[in-house]
């Protein structure tokens, strides 16, 4: 069993729009198989487990509005 402790991250990057249709169908695919979806993001290789929790969240304020798609789940140790 590793002792690893991972690094705290926060991480934004935008995609051109074909990019990120890729991204979602990917997840969209995953998801409807029960699968585990595997992605890439700024060099670092992210396995998000098929039991991860799944949220939409819509934030306003400051002449900006912002929906997020967000997956969350538990670092198993």
Known sequence: MSN???????IEKT???AQFVEKLRRLAD????GERF???IAGERVY??????????HER???AEEIEFQLKWSNKT
């Not at 995953?30 to 198989?33: A, D, I, R, S, V």
């Open 38 to 40: 595997d992605i890439q």
């Open 48 to 57: 998000v487990p098929k039991d991860a929790i799944f949220n939409i969240e």
């Open 4 to 10: 690893i402790k991972t690094q705290d991250r926060d």
């Open 15 to 17: 995609y051109a729009t």
């Open 61 to 63: 304020g400051d002449g």
């Open 30 to 33: 995953c998801l409807e198989k």
